[in-house]
């Protein structure tokens, strides 16, 4: 059993993530790996789980929030679920 770096709890199922960097971490589940690893958007500040965008060295959830912070992402194209003769 390990103990998750996030929650303190010793689980028998923990697992661990190895980053880029060499760091590792031990995590009980993908709700604790997500808060431990998983960026802020520059915008609104949510947990970016998905692609999200990059902007400038900034990290954002959508498009929408890059354009929204200074003007950034103006070249951005969002597509997803939009009609595409739109």
Known sequence: MAVCVVCKN???????IKTVSGDTYTF??????MEKLAPRCEHCSVRIV???VEVAGMFF????CARANGGLGD????????????
């Open 10 to 16: 010793d689980y028998w199922l923990s697992f661990e």
């Open 28 to 33: 009980d589940s993908f709700e604790c790996a």
């Open 50 to 52: 998905g692609h999200g």
């Open 61 to 64: 959830c959508c498009g929408n």
């Open 75 to 86: 070249q951005i194209r969002d597509a997803v679920g939009a009609h595409p003769g739109s």
